[in-house]
């Protein structure tokens, strides 16, 4: 995917995770380690962080939030960030961003099932502009590839995995 694919999906995918960033911030006070994903990724996004710069970086201070959140949708709110800002380093994850900023929701709203992940796949896919679904689109389906982040693993399983095939569905229809 080329750089200005990802810096496209990366300002796309700091939107889905700016989305549920409240519910990290109300669980985990004076922590601005996602935050700080979160304008890694639109930086990159804007131009301003080069590639290389923004794939050292990764937003992995945003994972380490993850680990250490107090309760179950903050740890997704940061791995949002944390899949935003990686976006430079492979497109992919900003549908990990996407997957986890719809789990967050869900486990904020403590709403068990898909409906709240499906709703928010319907809400991403339509905040959509044409060139983040042409690039998104060209992304291989969820599991078919074994390498990268759309293979097997973290955003293949359970209510991610199941928000990244509803959004990926859904953009054939987009």
Known sequence: MSVDDRRILASWAADRAEHVLAVFEDATRDDGRVRAAIDQARSFAAGDLDVAEAVRRRGGEAGVAAREALTPAARAAAYAAEQAAAVAHMGAHALGAAGYAAQASRLAAGVEGDAVARAEARRQVAAM???????L?????LGENRSGPLGPGRLSDGHVGYAIRAIQELLEDH
């Open 129 to 135: 502009t044409d060139a983040v679904a042409d690039a």
């Open 137 to 141: 689109s060209r992304l291989p389906a």
